[in-house]
């Protein structure tokens, strides 16, 4: 059963930690220090992050998180999508910024991106089917000039469940799947200069337990604090030999490590998120 008020909370501090790491991207500053004060942030608060603070810049369109002395700083000019999350007790909430660092060549994408999501909350209603929603974002983006991405979406959202059941696409794909009352779900526009299509690249540092089966040991214990939910490298530094034992459990298949999404071409990328409870009649965004 939805706790409505869990929901809200996290969403609550997800919407402070988003407004805080905001302001703390900028030129010099290192991608590690970011990451680790937002994390802080949300723990003070209360709640957990819900996965690791993403900082993905340019045609970087997600799952970059930052390692100790990894020499990542932000430059003037690049564009950081900001992507966070809290929980509490499970109930998760999702949100996502872009910030230019020093400069507004770029503030045009990043409008595209937004205005999409807002009208795309505007369209919500119980009893939606999911295309109706890719269609307003999709024909927002491309009246602005832009292009969606095409191969990322939205999620649905439950309880230690990141990416539950549905897809929320970024163009009208069709679907019918319909979006009831007691659905929690994140929204994310992704908008570019390029053709619309990431790829995977290499690890970028977050992993997420697949397979607890046969764990035992070290990855007992891992699971134990992490549960379903993904986790940073940098979490697992108090456990001894923790970058090989991350190796191996990426080779056993009891962990998944999640790829760098680039835009395939290498173009720039700008994301913005909510997440979104339906509850009865209501649309509830809780990081807004």
């Given at each position: 059963?939805?706790?409505l008020?869990k929901?809200?909370?996290?969403?609550?501090?997800?919407k402070?930690?988003?407004?805080?790491?905001a302001?703390?991207?900028?030129?010099g500053?290192?991608?590690?220090e970011?990451?680790?004060?937002?994390?802080?942030?949300?723990?003070?608060?209360?709640?957990f992050?819900a996965?690791?603070v993403?900082?993905?810049?340019?045609?970087i369109?997600?799952?970059?998180?930052?390692?100790?002395?990894?020499?990542?700083?932000?430059?003037?000019?690049?564009?950081?999508?900001?992507?966070?999350g809290?929980?509490?007790?499970?109930?998760?909430?999702?949100?996502?910024?872009?910030?230019?660092?020093?400069?507004?060549?770029?503030?045009?994408l990043?409008?595209?991106?937004?205005?999409a999501?807002?009208?795309?909350?505007?369209?919500l209603?119980p009893?939606?089917?999911?295309?109706?929603?890719?269609?307003?974002i999709?024909?927002e983006?491309?009246?602005?000039?832009?292009?969606?991405?095409?191969n990322?979406?939205?999620?649905?959202?439950?309880?230690y469940?990141l990416?539950?059941?549905?897809?929320?696409?970024?163009?009208?794909?069709?679907?019918k799947?319909v979006l009831?009352?007691?659905?929690?779900?994140?929204i994310?526009?992704?908008?570019?200069n390029?053709?619309?299509?990431?790829?995977?690249g290499?690890?970028?540092?977050?992993?997420?337990?697949?397979?607890?089966r046969?764990?035992?040991?070290?990855?007992?214990?891992?699971?134990n604090?992490f549960?379903?939910?993904?986790?940073?490298?940098?979490?697992?530094?108090?456990?001894?030999?923790?970058?090989?034992?991350?190796?191996?459990?990426?080779?056993?298949?009891?962990?998944?490590?999640?790829a760098?999404?680039h835009?395939?071409?290498?173009?720039?990328?700008?994301?913005?998120?909510?997440?979104?409870?339906?509850?009865?009649?209501d649309?509830?965004?809780?990081?807004e």
């Amino acid at each position: 059963m939805m706790d409505l008020k869990k929901y809200i909370e996290a969403g609550k501090i997800g919407k402070e930690a988003r407004e805080l790491g905001a302001e703390l991207i900028k030129e010099g500053v290192s991608y590690y220090e970011v990451a680790q004060k937002i994390e802080k942030y949300i723990m003070d608060s209360g709640a957990f992050p819900a996965f690791p603070v993403n900082l993905s810049p340019n045609h970087i369109a997600a799952h970059y998180s930052p390692i100790k002395n990894d020499g990542m700083v932000f430059k003037r000019g690049d564009l950081i999508k900001l992507d966070l999350g809290a929980h509490i007790d499970g109930y998760i909430s999702d949100t996502a910024v872009t910030v230019e660092v020093g400069t507004n060549k770029w503030e045009e994408l990043i409008e595209a991106s937004r205005m999409a999501l807002k009208r795309a909350i505007k369209t919500l209603r119980p009893g939606i089917e999911v295309w109706e929603i890719g269609m307003a974002i999709e024909e927002e983006i491309k009246m602005r000039g832009f292009t969606p991405i095409y191969n990322l979406t939205g999620h649905g959202l439950a309880r230690y469940d990141l990416h539950h059941a549905i897809s929320i696409p970024n163009y009208n794909d069709g679907s019918k799947i319909v979006l009831k009352p007691d659905m929690a779900f994140a929204i994310e526009p992704f908008a570019t200069n390029g053709r619309g299509y990431v790829k995977n690249g290499k690890g970028g540092n977050i992993y997420m337990f697949i397979d607890t089966r046969k764990i035992d040991g070290i990855y007992k214990d891992m699971f134990n604090e992490f549960k379903t939910l993904p986790f940073a490298a940098r979490w697992c530094e108090k456990y001894p030999d923790y970058e090989e034992t991350l190796r191996i459990g990426v080779k056993k298949g009891i962990l998944h490590h999640f790829a760098v999404l680039h835009e395939k071409k290498k173009y720039m990328v700008a994301q913005t998120e909510h997440t979104i409870v339906m509850a009865g009649d209501d649309i509830i965004v809780t990081t807004e």
